[in-house]
């Protein structure tokens, strides 16, 4: 009698398995438009990274006859002063601009959720030490630091792998608060407590108990890290802090500021990379502001046309 | 006298003159560290095989008493004896665990004490493997089918996949009783196990819940503010007003003859039809008027905690504690009505009323 009706059990479901989560996840995705607009976004400048180094025919550091041309067809951005391609620059430095951004905002968040989890749940003696770190790094400036060092370290280990360590200790003491928050008011919940009165171990209440019910919260910090690893990149290697003999975006402008290029006219040096630093940070916090109101449905604004739509249909 | 003899056996988990106290934290300065006075001087004792309810109003403290039981919180004076020994709160870790596997806890709401993430089979199998009673998946899955029969959550295969939220209130309370049952405990400590379901669903869980008592001898703590459910399932209840036992006995004495004062009032309170009818041929019986509510626990009266409401408070219930009374074998009370070296001041409107209340039951039982 109960298999009549339940007519589709687990067994049956799972040819189709894969189909229902790719469909899931672009039904998520597409939730609302600044989901949608955020995530379009993200994926032009993740496919310019891998497939913009095919369109470029120059490589980004070979010097050209062209000296600091404005776009042409032969050029499609312009070249610099000393006649490299502005275009292959852009997109080999998306590929760096981009990776050091995402290891940078990998690591924080795990740093988050490391600190913010284990001292939300423990509490006591652990919280405190665990807060004073927390405490420490909060008021740890960035960017000065980041200036300091890059004045004083030697220019062998200046570059990506300095700056994402750096990114990602200058980056996560805020997100860690926050999940430390949310841990704090999760610890007291029934299932919580529950888990643990059945003897459950207490790594294994905080990873597979709290963990999965906050994982919104973390991924709405994980985007939110990663436009400050973005942002804060660019700035790094603006401040001379990155390997000036490689391509990023943060480099391109550096190169652009020392040459002078605002006083020579040079609008093609400094502008894509300005343009794509600031699109993509815009369409992460797009994308962050979704995730919030998908997670939040408090946050949820209906569409004009939507409600119009509705109203037809209560209508007929 | 059948269930009497029962207590002849030793009791599987003691609690013995329990105070817990809450601290409070006061901002404001120079003002003297306050606490919660939650409970104070609670003993009782579970036996294998036996339900005994905690009964009393919000507030009352039986819900901190089951989790000073289960050790969620250690209290602040007096002692917890399983199986006849001692707990040392100070041991935690693999100690704790070993308690624990004996003493199980179920949660007053199904719909927050299980994990929206997680489905049945995994609620089942953690306990399963925590405590080693499954090596491996399969002999997991098997024990989860098992469980799951055992508390009639059928087709059991149907069950196991799916999670919390495709689950009614009754079928989640269900597996949380399998939760509790798959550590193999001695003693399930049930904190309000029924007062969140649908009236209609409660009597299967009470059933179920007798059923296991009876299959598995379980001690079972069933803590409840309906009286009525506690006479149901429970061969002993013991009555706590803020904080403190005031009445205990076999179900049936205590229903049956209340003493103490607050007793009274309950199940005066507690809707009975029969009632109903006495109301609208002779009037109501406001031998026991309600009055007030449960006092602050910070600064709680002095003296008998029910004395703001006692309609038979006497001088000497607001200046002391009054001590354990025996009124019939194995029925006590903390009453200074019933203390025989205070019996001369019982006040003479009391006296009328237990005479009336013995008449009636005289009267009732003549009419039987």
Redesign the interface.
Known sequence: M?TAL?PV??EQQNPVAGITIVHNILKWLTSNWKMTTGTCILVFFILMAIFGPLLAHMSPTAFSNDLFQPPSAAHWLGTTSKGEDIFAQLVYGARISLLVGFIAAIGSTILQILFGLLSGYFGGLVDNILSFVINVFLILPGLPLGIAIASFAPNNIKGPILITILLTFTSWSYGARVLRAQTLSMRS???V?????????PL?IIF??IL??IISVVASSFVGTFVYTIGADVAFEFLGLGNVSQSTWGTMLFWAQSQQAMLAGGWWWFIPPGVCVSLLCAGLAFLNNGIDEVANPRLRVESKRKLARRKKEVVA | MNNFMDHEQQPVLEAVHLHKEFPINQMKLGSRSASVHAVEDTTLALYPGRATALVGESGSGKTTVARMLARVYDPTSGEIRFRGNDVNYKKRGAALRDYRRHIQLVFQDPFSSLNPVHNVRYHLSRPLRVFGHAKNEREVTEQVIELLNKVSLTPAEQFITKYPHQLSGGQRQRVAIARALAARPEVVLADEPVSMLDVSIRLDILNLMERLKIEERLAFLFITHDIASARYFAEDILVMYAGQMVEGGLSDDVIQAPKHPYTQLLLSVAPDPQRVEQVMNEGANDAVPARGEIPSLIRPPQGCRFHPRCPHAMAICKEKVPGRTEVAPGHWTNCFLYDQSEADRKPASFIQADAIHNAKALQKEEAK
């Open positions: 109960a339940q059990t687990p919940r029934d299932f407590e529950s888990a643990r009165s059945s003897g459950e171990w294994r597979f108990e999965p019910n």
